[in-house]
T-cell receptor, first 112, second 118 residues
Framework: SQQGEEDPQALSIQEGENATMNCSYK?????LQWYRQNSGRGLVHLIL?????REKHSGRLRVTLDTSKKSSSLLITASRAADTASYFC????????????FGAGTQVVVTP | GAVVSQHPSWVICKSGTSVKIECRSL??????MFWYRQFPKQSLMLMAT?????????EQGVEKDKFLINHASLTLSTLTVTSAHPEDSSFYIC??????????????FGQGTRLTVV
């Protein structure tokens, strides 16, 4: 079964607004990763946050991790039309040799 | 960053035939690769873990005789969909990560292969 649940399933915003999506998981993890996928394409890695980290930044992206609540959030600030994509969280379980369990994904549409 | 190349990017085949998909790590050695399947508007589901020089490990519900995985070298894993049927039509994606000290890096994904069985 999928490890992660994401919400919202879909998000529609205007350029310049911030987009926030959340991910929850069920068991102990080694790290959590966020990926982006444009329609019909492969995945692009955005950020990896380890289980002993609480927050991480990369450009306009901010990821938080709360291991006590088993949840993570991805914030995209000052969104652009080019940010339109599906965003997935994926967890690496402890002792899982690096295999990923993906959440259901959040489809983000940014309108100009 | 590391590059994982997948080929072909799309393939159409007739029902009953077999299709081979290749996944290569171009600038690093990948002792372990992973194969995922993604149906339209759904998330990625892990199918199997491909281990160089040994048998693949399949996730529950994935038929190992239908999805043959071969990882004969440190840079190449192949997935063969045998006797493909229309319900096998999907987007197949491979990934690999590198060892960094005693931990693994993020996963690097291939471009994916869209398989359509007619």
């Amino acid at each position: 079964s999928q490890q992660g649940e994401e919400d919202p399933q879909a998000l529609s915003i205007q350029e310049g607004e911030n987009a926030t999506m959340n991910c929850s998981y069920k068991t102990s993890i080694n790290n959590l990763q966020w990926y982006r996928q444009n329609s019909g394409r492969g995945l692009v890695h955005l950020i990896l946050i380890r289980s002993n980290e609480r927050e991480k930044h990369s450009g306009r992206l901010r990821v938080t991790l709360d291991t006590s609540k088993k949840s993570s959030s991805l914030l995209i600030t000052a969104s652009r039309a080019a940010d339109t994509a599906s965003y997935f969280c994926a967890t690496v379980l402890t002792d899982s040799w690096g295999k990923l369990q993906f959440g259901a994904g959040t489809q983000v549409v940014v309108t100009p | 960053g590391a590059v994982v190349s997948q080929h072909p990017s799309w393939v159409i085949c007739k029902s009953g035939t077999s299709v081979k998909i290749e996944c290569r790590s171009l600038d690093f050695q990948a002792t372990t690769m992973f194969w995922y399947r993604q149906f339209p508007k759904q998330s990625l589901m892990l199918m199997a873990t491909s281990n160089e020089g040994s048998k693949a490990t399949y996730e529950q519900g994935v038929e190992k005789d239908k999805f043959l995985i071969n990882h004969a070298s440190l840079t190449l894993s192949t997935l063969t969909v045998t006797s493909a049927h229309p319900e096998d039509s999907s987007f197949y994606i491979c990934s690999a990560s590198k060892w960094q000290g005693t931990s693994r890096t993020e996963a690097f994904f291939g471009q994916g292969t869209r398989l359509t069985v007619v």
